[in-house]
């Protein structure tokens, strides 16, 4: 019986896909970590991983005794087993996330064959949410505020003043 999972990713910034995905893994497993991958190195996101982390925590707050936020980096199977993890989480929308997460999977598995990848699909109302997409359409003024949590719709805002709907 799996007791924690983690559901890593680059959230920047988190959607309501991601956050469909935490509630759904709520439901099958006991304590679900949200982990933000970042490289300290090579920070390129839109947002830092700090703000990437506060936004995820205010999004989840209402479940956050049984979710913990973090940020991670280097290898997400080391990372598993540093804090006692023994499942990741994964999202899949259409077709094309499936050969990279695939791989993935794989190779996490050869690396670590304790922890177990699981696969969970969002609500098809957020099957084509992406972050990219929604950054993109931000930037250009078009309203994402239906994919996105209200701490990200204000940060979109105040990064791109056309985004202000
Ligand atoms: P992205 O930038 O593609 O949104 P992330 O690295 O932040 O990617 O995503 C973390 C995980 O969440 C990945 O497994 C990704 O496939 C999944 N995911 C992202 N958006 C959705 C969505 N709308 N529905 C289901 N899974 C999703």
Known sequence: MNRKAVYAGSFDPITKGHLDIVRRALGVFHEIVVAVAHNPATETGLFTAAERVAMVTEALADVHDRVTVDAFDGLLVHYCDRINADAIIRGLRAVSDFEYEFQMAMMNRHLNSHVETYF???????????????????????DVSGLV?????????????????
């Open 149 to 165: 949590p209200p701490v990200v719709h204000r940060a979109l805002v105040a990064k791109f003043p056309r985004a202000r709907t």
């Open 120 to 142: 969970m699909t969002a609500s098809e109302a957020y099957f084509y949410t992406a972050s990219r997409l929604v950054k993109e359409v931000a930037s250009l003024g078009g």
